[in-house]
């Protein structure tokens, strides 16, 4: 199916957020996830079902000021 | 001693991690200045193995409290969802509230910050927010939930020090008890000094360490310039005077006539 994924569109293949970062080989001990706007917890991404055309954001640290 | 939302701080100083030339030159900076309180973000990770895993891991060996923030949000809604996320990834409620309502000079969008602090505040976080100068803000920053305000000198990253000395004093005298960080624009230690002989409880800043030619010694005279104006104000400095006033006395003086 396809995802929008950080921006850019993505054809994949994972039924959850978790098996996504699996997928696409993110190092998930370090990341922020959302689907569709809203907060997903680390805890809560195995049980986080994907659908054609979600908007799933994936963040991680960086510098800031 | 400088207490925030509960957590007792020796430094005075906060320092963002931000356009180190290399993380082993922001390590030595962090180690110089002191600090006990790093400013971090987040953003978009590349898959594959993308760079905030290191940094994050860098931050973490150095042990220190970290104080996300959510530069770069222009709205409400960007701001509160970055700070949730932050929370997640961080593990931490504490939260640098950044709503930019300007591209150019990066000047607070203050009726969204209001905004996002109460809903903020009432999600439980602790929330440190990045505003002007102008006290009725403060007050609805307050109002809002926060305990800490965070007003700036000057635009973010201009280094030009106190824009408006005047109204920094009156916002100290506004607020006696709020814990008072001033929050960009500073360039120089003497910057830092002004501030806290004010009586600004701490100061944040990033570009000016960061940026100086030896950023690791920059780092080390604000640690210096914290200090000295802190020991300054509570030592009750002397106010101008419009006429010379003698140091030594006249008084025994010989007469050569």
Request: aromatic share 6%; net charge negative.
């Amino acid at each position: 199916m396809k995802l929008i994924i950080n921006g850019e569109s993505q054809e994949v293949t994972s039924a959850t957020l978790a098996l996504l970062l699996e997928e696409l080989a993110y190092d998930h001990d370090f990341l922020a996830t959302a689907r569709n706007g809203d907060l997903v917890t680390a805890e809560d991404r195995s049980a986080c079902q994907l659908q054609s055309g979600d908007r799933i954001e994936i963040l991680s640290p960086m510098q800031g000021g | 001693m400088l207490t925030l939302y509960g957590e007792t701080v020796s430094s005075r100083l906060l320092l963002g991690t931000a356009q180190y030339p290399s993380p082993k030159v922001l390590g030595e900076a962090v180690k110089a200045s002191g600090t006990q309180i790093l400013t971090v973000s987040l953003r978009r990770e590349t898959a594959g193995g993308g760079t905030g895993g290191q940094f994050w891991e860098m931050i973490r060996e150095l042990g220190l409290r970290v104080l996300p923030n959510t530069a770069g949000c222009h709205s409400v809604r960007e701001a509160v969802m970055t700070a949730k996320m932050a929370r997640d990834l961080f593990g931490t409620d504490w939260i640098k509230l950044e709503v930019i309502g300007h591209h150019d000079s990066l000047q607070p969008d203050v009726f969204g910050l209001v905004e996002a602090a109460r809903i903020l505040s009432d999600d439980g976080f602790k929330v440190f927010p990045y505003t002007t100068e102008d006290a009725v803000v403060g007050e609805k920053l307050l109002e809002a939930g926060c305990e800490v305000l965070m007003p700036w000198c000057a635009p973010i990253g201009s280094a030009r020090g106190p824009a408006n000395p005047d109204a920094l004093k009156s916002y100290r005298a506004h607020f006696p008890d709020t814990p008072l960080v001033v929050d960009a624009g500073l360039g120089r230690p003497s910057h830092a000094v002004q501030v806290l002989e004010f009586g600004f409880d701490a100061v944040l800043l990033n570009t000016a360490v960061a940026k100086a030619g030896d950023p690791v010694a920059m780092a080390k005279a604000f640690a210096g310039a914290v200090e000295a104006g802190r020991l300054a104000f509570e030592a009750i400095p002397l106010e101008p005077r419009d006429m010379a006033v003698p140091s030594t006395p006249v008084i025994g003086m010989a007469v050569f006539e």
